[in-house]
Nanobody, 124 residues
C-alpha cells in the first residue's frame, strides 16, 4: 500500500512557475514508476508526465513538452513536477499516481495508487 500526498499547487499568473511535490509513504517508493495527471473542469483526467522507477526515463504529453519537468528523489520518497511558462489552459487539479510497472505508463489504468490532487489555477 502506498499513500500519496500532493502539494505545491496554487494561483499563479500566466508565464509563472510552480513546483508540485508528491510525497509517498512507505519504504518501497523506488519500486514504483510515478506519473502526473490533470483534470480540468468538465474534462477527462489526462496524462501529463511520467518517470521510471530509477528516474532514468521520462515521458510527457506534447502540450507541456519543454515547459514541465518531472523528477524524483527516491531517498526522499518524493516525486516532483516543475511547471514553467504556465498557460491558462494548464489550470486543473493535478494528481500524482504510482504504478508497479518499471517505466511510467501513460494510461490511467496502469496506475495503482492515486493522491487526492492539488489545484493549479493560472490567471491572465
Amino acid at each position: 500500500q502506498v499513500q500519496l500526498v500532493e502539494s505545491g499547487g496554487g494561483l499563479v499568473q500566466a508565464g509563472g512557475s510552480l513546483r508540485l511535490s508528491c510525497a509517498a509513504s512507505g519504504r518501497t517508493f523506488s519500486s514504483y514508476a510515478m506519473g502526473w495527471f490533470r483534470q480540468a473542469p468538465g474534462k477527462e483526467r489526462e496524462f501529463v508526465a511520467a518517470i521510471s522507477r530509477s528516474g532514468g526515463s521520462t515521458d510527457y504529453v506534447d502540450s507541456i513538452k519543454g515547459r514541465f519537468t518531472i523528477s524524483r528523489d527516491n531517498a526522499k520518497n518524493t516525486a516532483y513536477l516543475q511547471m514553467n511558462s504556465l498557460k491558462l489552459e494548464d489550470t486543473a487539479v493535478y494528481y500524482c499516481a504510482a504504478s508497479k510497472t518499471i517505466l511510467g505508463p501513460t494510461l490511467r489504468q496502469k496506475y495503482d495508487y492515486w493522491g487526492q490532487g492539488t489545484q493549479v489555477t493560472v490567471s491572465s
